[in-house]
């Protein structure tokens, strides 16, 4: 009889345990298991924190970075490690801060890779945790290990430090060589008519900007005056390969193929694509199709037509039904520039246009233009919309996506921020080390402190302040955006501090 209500009992506990159990395996945080979605990182080229609808542009339209934008979560204070392209581009993919590497400046055509073949990066941590790699567009981090001869097999490259596909072009549109490599071989090169490339010297006979004013359908304004190339003259001289030459209005469409081919070929694996966008880096030469259609000349074309392949490339993911595993990070390499040495109207039309936003600045610049750029994740079901104020920089990504997919790789100055990429958290960084062109500053929660430069305050060519002053200056961000306010003489507690910590992370 009394054993009755014991077993009743018993019975119960057993059933409330067992549901409660399921319960629980159920809400096990996310950070427990790793997940591998594709992942594709987006990253424009000068493309300012105001060049985008989404961060408030008015001027310009880019319904499809912001109808991304709006379905993920965007990041007010997402920061570039740099103000100019090789050194982002060397953080982004290392996780390293670019001042650590006295190569990660602005490169030739013709300069040495700068990532070591041993060094950890992004795509070798994905590739670590099962995923096929690839890249498509611009590289800009040196190619082969001396002379580079761009008729044989140009290594190492992307596919040595990671990539297990490459299709690039080898530095910027402005610099020669001017063709697409594809896994280390120029596309379609006649070997009849081997590349020849000096950044010192012409080779005899050959049409320069400087010197052939009547073949130029672009004029420069400064540098850019040396081998001309469909009718745009360029950095540095170029003889020969004149099929693998590319059509500067094509790139776009093309990298945008490469990019969708890439995606459709590797949708069976988990995927990493690092799609580097060329626009709106001069020369800014959009499609015909998109000629004309801001009113803000090439310049705004070109974000226009990078707009519109942001909005083809998501359509892939749709149609081949990948679109909710895939994990998008969408942002440019620095902040913008109207004039960087070609006159293509862009100071002439962009009227009340802003691209640097509300900061002071632009490319090259200390003050946060240069480096506080547009930067936003998507993952469709996965990561709420919303907009989230954590710092967080693109060197960070390297630590956070090996979190994610449950990879032990942790690399020194990338943090792992997952939960804030992810929306989990508004928790960034603490601070942070910027760079502009090997002078360097620190932002620390809402106050940036930047060291004493020597040299020029404005840029006579690019018309950007620079941020140089012979004072310290300390600014804070949360009630004056614009950095108009130096405080360094009214709050030198925080300037001593600002200074200590900046001093300690540089090691100085
Ligand atoms: C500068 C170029 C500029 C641009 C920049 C690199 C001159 C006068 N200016 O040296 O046009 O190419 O390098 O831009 O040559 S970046 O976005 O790749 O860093
Ligand atoms: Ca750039």
């Not at 119960?12 to 159990?21: A, P, R």
């Not at 424009?44 to 109808?67: C, I, R």
């Not at 940036?448 to 020597?454: H, N």
Request: some cysteine; overall charge negative.
């Amino acid at each position: 009889n009394s054993i009755k209500p014991i077993s009743l009992f018993t019975l119960c506990t057993i059933v409330l345990l067992f549901l409660g159990s399921c319960k629980e395996e159920k809400q096990a945080p996310k950070e427990q298991t790793s997940q591998k979605p594709n992942i594709i990182v987006i990253y424009l080229d000068d493309l300012g924190y105001g060049d985008v609808g989404f961060n408030g542009s008015t001027e310009l339209q880019t319904p499809n970075m912001d109808k991304l934008a709006s379905e993920g979560l965007v990041f007010t204070n997402g920061y570039a490690s740099s103000a100019t392209c090789t050194p982002s581009r060397y953080a982004l993919l290392t996780g390293v801060y670019p001042w650590r590497e006295k190569n990660a400046k602005i490169l030739p055509g013709t300069a040495p890779l700068i990532i070591g073949t041993e060094q950890m990066t992004l795509p070798k941590m994905l590739k670590g945790a099962g995923y096929h790699t690839g890249i498509v567009g611009k590289w800009h981090l040196g190619l082969g290990s001396g002379q580079v001869d761009w008729n044989t097999t140009v290594s190492p490259g992307p596919n040595e430090v990671g990539f297990d596909h490459s299709y690039i072009m080898a530095a910027t549109q402005d610099r020669v060589p001017t063709v697409y490599i594809e896994n280390g071989t120029v596309e379609g090169l006649d070997p009849n008519d081997p590349i020849e490339i000096n950044y010192a010297e012409n080779f005899e006979g050959e049409p320069t900007g400087l010197d052939n004013p009547e073949e130029l359908k672009m004029r420069w304004h400064h540098g850019h005056n040396n081998s001309v190339v469909n009718g745009i003259p360029r950095i540095g001289f170029m003889k020969g390969g004149k099929k693998a030459q590319w059509r500067d209005e094509d790139m776009a469409d093309v990298f945008l193929k490469e990019a969708q081919d890439y995606i459709k070929a590797q949708k069976d694996a988990p995927f990493f694509l690092y799609y580097a966008l060329q626009q709106p880096h001069v020369p800014r030469t959009p499609h015909e199709r998109f000629v004309g259609k801001t009113g803000l000349g090439p310049r705004g074309d070109v974000i226009f037509e990078a707009d519109w392949c942001i909005g083809e490339l998501v359509k892939i993911l749709e149609s081949e039904g990948i679109l909710e595993n895939t994990m998008i990070v969408f942002t440019s390499d620095n902040g913008p520039v109207l004039n960087d040495g070609y006159y293509d109207d862009a100071v002439e039309k962009n009227g009340n246009h802003t691209p640097w936003g509300p900061f002071r600045g632009g490319k090259y610049s200390l003050f946060e233009a240069g480096t506080h750029v547009p930067f936003f994740t998507y993952w469709k079901g996965t990561i709420e919309p919303g907009s989230s104020s954590a710092l967080v920089c693109q060197m960070d990504l390297l630590t956070s996506l090996a979190t994610l997919v449950g990879s032990e790789v942790k690399v020194e100055d990338s943090e792992d921020l997952l939960s804030a990429f992810l929306g989990e958290s508004t928790q960034g960084r603490e601070e942070l080390v910027i760079e502009a062109s090997t002078r360097t500053a620190l932002r620390k929660g809402d106050w940036v402190m930047i060291p004493p430069y020597g040299g020029q305050k404005v840029s006579p060519n690019v018309q950007i302040e620079l941020g140089n002053s012979d004072e310290f200056q300390l600014y804070n961000l949360k009630d004056d955006i614009g950095e108009t306010q130096n405080l360094a003489e009214s709050n030198p507690e925080k300037l001593e501090e600002l200074i200590t910590i900046f001093e300690r992370i540089r090691g100085e």
